[in-house]
């Protein structure tokens, strides 16, 4: 009974690791090999920033994914999007080099000793019929249930949402309504970003990590994406 409830707890926080990959390929239908990379420099940039400011990691998520989606939407938007028209191994091969020159750098910045997100709840555990409990994964399965439910309500029920659905139904058709396409790409790969860097606090929070954790964590997400269905944002949760 222990081990079942874990892993259910383990796969809500799995859920959000895959949250941005889902929504990448769902909309611009591109495998982001480089999202490994946002879930660690996520969790490195979280740790950083508690060491510094003494906050709690959950707070701290927010500013170090608004950081990292600001430097994803340049990434798309002049970097990916131009490449994209040049057939689907294109994008792939470019994320693929973006992935190689962050593991790099991360290595030399940070070393390749391992590192985790420190909070008084990491390690914490409480029981609950006498089945043991880690705190901070069920946590991290309450953000991925919220998360999932916000993507939802985002995609479904506002203008932005409305600019996904239609890209990634037909890309030129909506641009030739007035669609901003380039804009709109951008923007879900920033958000996607965003969402893997709190993804990236609760694995640094749950486990530790390395400047190679990054593809580990992608074929994690990957796998979760597949069993739920490609471009499912929903079925990220049921994947996980």
């Not at 994964?137 to 409305?162: E, M, P, Q, S, Y």
């Not at 790409?185 to 530790?208: E, P």
Request: hydrophobic residues 55%.
């Amino acid at each position: 009974m222990e081990l079942a409830i874990q892993g259910l707890l383990l796969g809500g926080l799995y859920a959000t690791t895959a949250l941005g990959l889902s929504l990448v390929f769902g909309t611009m239908r591109m495998v982001n090999l480089a999202h490994g990379e946002f879930l660690v420099i996520g969790a490195y940039l979280a740790s950083i920033a508690v060491a510094v400011s003494g906050l709690d990691p959950l707070l701290m998520a927010i500013p170090v994914a608004l950081l990292i989606g600001a430097i994803a939407y340049p990434i798309q938007r002049y970097v990916l999007t131009p490449v994209m028209s040049h057939g689907d191994e294109a994008p792939i091969t470019a994320t693929f080099g973006i992935s190689i020159v962050a593991s790099t750098a991360m290595l030399l910045i940070f070393s390749s000793n391992p590192r985790s997100v420190s909070a008084p709840y990491s390690t914490s555990n409480f029981e609950v019929f006498g089945v043991g409990i880690r705190v901070v994964l069920l946590i991290a399965c309450a953000i991925g249930v919220v998360l999932v439910v916000a993507l939802n309500l985002l995609l479904k029920r506002t203008t932005f949402g409305r600019r996904v659905r239609a890209a990634s139904i037909d890309a030129e058709a909506a641009g030739l309504v007035g669609s901003n396409i380039n804009r709109t790409y951008a923007q879900v790969f920033a958000l996607a970003a965003g969402v893997a860097a709190i993804g990236g606090v609760l694995i640094g929070l749950s486990f530790s990590v390395d400047p190679g954790s990054g593809l580990t964590w992608l074929l994690r997400a990957f796998t979760v994406v597949v069993i739920g269905g490609l471009g499912s944002v929903t079925g990220t949760l049921y994947g996980g």
